[in-house]
């Protein structure tokens, strides 16, 4: 969505108002979360940011979301090293929607929580003039994307701002990975791929079970409910996806017409009593839970969902694969090829990785080492310049990007950077004009994969 700064400009004025006589007045933004119920909405407040006012409004119903959001932001308050100094304001009761849009005391809703009423959330949201900034996924069924298609017309009559949360984008790798894609000399062109052999291809793999903030993460019962959820076809498939269009075609719109979907499935996870109560605290099974609980007291919820589609002709697969529990010393991975006709661009996070995420570039068999190896020391060496300590280390037929632990951020620390670059294009008035379109091609793209898969399964 385009701004310009005459039509933003009343919205500027309208959010350095609401600084307070304590020092705030020079502060534009106020957040204001609505609902939260994913860790994700606290991880938004993990740092503190210039333009953002100390002041966050909550609005909620009184249960356990929200006792473990609140216990969240206040332990950043607390923490020994860099605490942060939120002044938390909670409105409960049964009209927190309602009293919200009444009286907005801020100018930017943070969303992410329970999906079965988030895109309602969005769409009233920016109907009562608020921008949004939502976790993903904005939608989880096609219903869901009308919903979302309608707030985003919405937010552009009133030039407000609607963005999911990408955090992905950040990820230093995943960075480098599209930075080596854009030199010819090195990658060549993206290759075709087959639809047995995708040129570019995304595999996720999570645990429900895992460390958060260095704690145990409390997960609610509802993450295990597809109505509520939303299934794993719909969910972590959008970081996907979204990388595949911003790696593949950066800068660049996507149409609804350049998008095919050849094949979609989901599959089940297996999860035990045991295991249900050791991440939720739950000592029985939910009854919206029980029709997925079998004779065997497990539980099976569809967490798995893979897709194989055709973007501007290049064949890309998506996979996200959910299990119970990681084994020691391991965590969430991600594995991600690109192939161009001259190398391929694969991001590792396996056992030989130690399990951190590693980039090599991988030179095609023919082709002309003697002229693509300065190639590739002329695009690293242009990289290190924009990327100081990145550099190149043989590995036997392939390079593997070295990266200093300074860029390696975190999954937790990439949340502060899309905050800072939302509320950045709120004060200069723009934002790319790609952003919006090809965030609903995404959507479209996975709800085409969605309503493949159920007719598949």
Not at 95 to 112: C, H, Q, S, T
Not at 168 to 192: A, Y
Not at 375 to 384: E, G, M, P, R, V
Request: proline letters at 7%; aromatic letters at 8%.
């Amino acid at each position: 969505m385009m701004f310009t700064k005459a039509t933003f400009a009343p919205l500027l004025i309208w959010a350095c108002s609401l600084g307070s006589s304590h020092g705030e007045s020079q502060v534009p933004f106020r957040l204001i979360t609505l609902d939260p119920g994913h860790f994700h909405a606290a991880l938004v407040q993990k740092k503190m940011v210039p333009s953002l006012a100390p002041e966050v409004h909550i609005f909620a119903p009184q249960g356990p979301d929200l006792d473990l959001h609140l216990e969240r932001v206040r332990s950043f308050n607390s923490r020994p090293e860099s605490p942060t100094h939120w002044d938390l304001k909670i409105h409960t009761g049964p009209d927190f929607l309602e009293r919200m849009i009444a009286e907005k005391p801020g100018n930017v809703v943070v969303l992410a929580g329970n999906n079965r009423d988030k895109t309602r959330y969005i769409l009233e949201s920016v109907k009562a003039g608020l921008n949004v900034l939502a976790d993903k996924p904005m939608a989880i069924h096609p219903e869901g994307l009308k919903m979302l298609e309608e707030a985003y017309r919405i937010a552009e009559e009133k030039n407000l701002l609607l963005l999911d949360i990408m955090t992905e984008r950040f990820e230093i790798t995943t960075t480098l990975q599209k930075e080596f894609s854009r030199d010819p000399e090195v990658f060549g062109e993206l290759d075709k791929g087959t639809p047995d052999n995708p040129a570019v291809t995304k595999e996720s793999v999570h645990h429900f079970s895992k460390l958060v903030n260095n704690l145990p993460l409390q997960r609610p019962p509802w993450f295990f409910d597809p109505a509520q959820q939303g299934e794993a076809i719909v969910d972590v498939t959008t970081h996907l996806v979204d990388l595949i269009q911003w790696e593949c075609f950066p800068d660049q719109v996507i149409a609804d017409s350049e998008v095919k979907m050849l094949s979609a499935k989901s599959w089940d996870t297996a999860i035990t009593k045991e295991q249900f109560q050791k991440v939720t605290k739950l000592d029985a099974w939910p009854e919206y839970l029980k029709p997925m609980v079998g004779a065997d007291d497990i539980l099976r919820t569809p967490a798995n969902g893979a897709f194989t589609y055709t973007l501007r002709g290049i064949h890309a697969k998506v996979s996200v694969l959910w299990n119970f529990e990681a084994p020691p010393g391991t965590a969430d991975t991600h594995d991600s090829l690109m192939r161009g006709t001259k190398c391929s661009l694969h991001i590792r996070q396996g056992k030989d990785q130690g399990y951190k995420p590693v980039l090599s570039i991988e030179p095609h068999q023919g082709v002309d080492l003697a002229k693509w190896k300065p190639a590739l020391d002329q695009a690293a060496a242009a990289i290190a310049a924009k990327y100081p300590g990145v550099v190149l280390k043989d590995a036997g037929g392939r390079y593997e990007v070295s990266i200093p632990d300074s860029y390696k951020a975190g999954h937790e620390a990439h949340f502060a950077q899309v905050a800072e670059r939302f509320l950045n294009f709120l004060k200069t008035g723009d934002s790319p004009a790609w952003e919006v379109p090809n965030t609903l091609a995404k959507y479209r793209t996975i709800m085409q994969a969605y309503q493949m898969s159920r007719a598949s399964n």
